[in-house]
């Protein structure tokens, strides 16, 4: 079992959908993190939590909204997508924030049609 | 705006070669250095992390560091095939944000 374990693995949905992301981390840490990578990009920083406070909003779109309920689960609440959203998202954790190792989990591709 | 600077690539070399890949930043107040391993279709996997001057070993892997020339590489001694990549480097200014690089692809050949 991984450290970091993101579902769905696979995501279709249509710009009017309404779906969630879930993130689950088993090592301890403290500090959670949504990436989104697009093809030809640098993984690009969208939100960050450290113990369970949002420390980082990265200019992300309101459509996008993440919640974590405790330092163990991340969600990223999707709501009215646009086809350029279609990335492959990232949920990572570490220790205590970004000075910390980060690890990743396998990620969910979406895409919006 | 900080930014993460590598040569997307590929770099090609033969296997058993050193593979060398370099990243600068501009942020001077960068304090943690990371190196991550993506295979295609996959997510980033942590394979170095460096905090001061100086190299650090690990196995085939050494991380190098020169924070006055806003430098970090990655060698890659004895190069396999299975080690063909992208390789991204990472950077931490001691807040909460890790910047990524856009990676450089490496293809070993046999």
């Known amino acids: 079992e991984t450290g970091v374990t993101q579902t769905p693995r696979h995501l279709v949905m249509g710009m009017t959908n309404k779906k969630s992301l879930k993130c689950e981390q088993h090592?301890?840490?403290?500090?959670m993190y949504w990436y989104k990578q697009s093809a030809k990009k640098p993984l690009e920083l969208m939100f960050v939590?450290?113990?369970?406070?949002?420390?980082e909003n990265n200019s992300v779109p309101s459509r996008f909204s993440p919640e974590c309920p405790n330092s163990s689960h991340l969600f990223l609440h999707l709501h009215t997508l646009q086809p350029e959203d279609s990335a492959l998202y990232l949920c990572a954790s570490s220790l205590a924030g970004g000075r910390d190792e980060a690890f990743f989990g396998q990620g969910t591709r979406l895409t919006v049609v | 705006q900080k930014e993460v600077e590598q040569n997307s690539g590929p770099l090609s070399v033969p296997e058993g070669a050193i593979a060398s890949l370099n990243c600068t930043y501009s942020?001077?107040?960068?304090?943690?250095f990371f190196w991550y391993r993506q295979y295609s279709g996959k997510s980033p996997e942590l394979i170095m992390s460096i905090y001061s001057n100086g190299d650090k070993e690990d196995g085939r892997f050494t991380a190098q560091l020169n924070k006055a020339s806003q430098y970090v590489s990655l060698l890659i001694r004895d190069s396999q095939p299975s080690d063909s990549a992208t390789y991204l480097c990472a950077v931490n200014d001691n807040t909460d944000k890790l910047i990524f690089g856009t990676g450089t692809r490496l293809q070993v050949f046999p």
């Open positions: 090592l301890g840490h403290n500090a």
């Open positions: 939590y450290n113990f369970k406070e949002q420390t």
């Open positions: 942020d001077r107040g960068s304090q943690s």
